[in-house]
């Protein structure tokens, strides 16, 4: 858009170059400012039937995922993706809340998705992992804590 701005425009390289730096700016900016990470699993949770969203890659995207999970384990399903779901909830739920509780690892935006989190579910307890298996494991992965 911007080179067709240019030949039509009758702009100068150096014109080109500079909105060029603008535009890549702003999306960065933006980039800092929405979480990735959370939109792309929303539009997972939404976007799929229960039992076929990816869990694992929920796991991996951490807690940006918290709320889409909450949001897909309110959503009718069969008791086994039910038990997953829970699980990779409170999983990450508990690695969020240990993180949170760390003056090293605090964030603003954590502690805004923690406190949503507890309000739509409350406090977590420690449960055992549900069985089967998840693409060839036994359980997901634990966090890598710093």
Known sequence: ?????????????????????????????????????AAAAAYNVQAKRPEAVDLAYLWLIGDGALLPIIALERRPMDAATRGRVRHVRRALQ???????ARWGTWTLRGARRLAAVRQQVGEITAQPAPSGSWYGYRSLPKPVRP
């Open 1 to 37: 858009m911007l080179i067709a701005w240019r030949i039509l425009g009758g702009k100068s390289a150096r014109w080109l170059v500079n909105a060029n730096a603008l535009a890549a700016g702003l999306v960065l900016s933006m980039c800092t400012v929405v979480d990735l990470g």
């Open 94 to 100: 508990a690695d969020l809340a240990w993180r949170q």
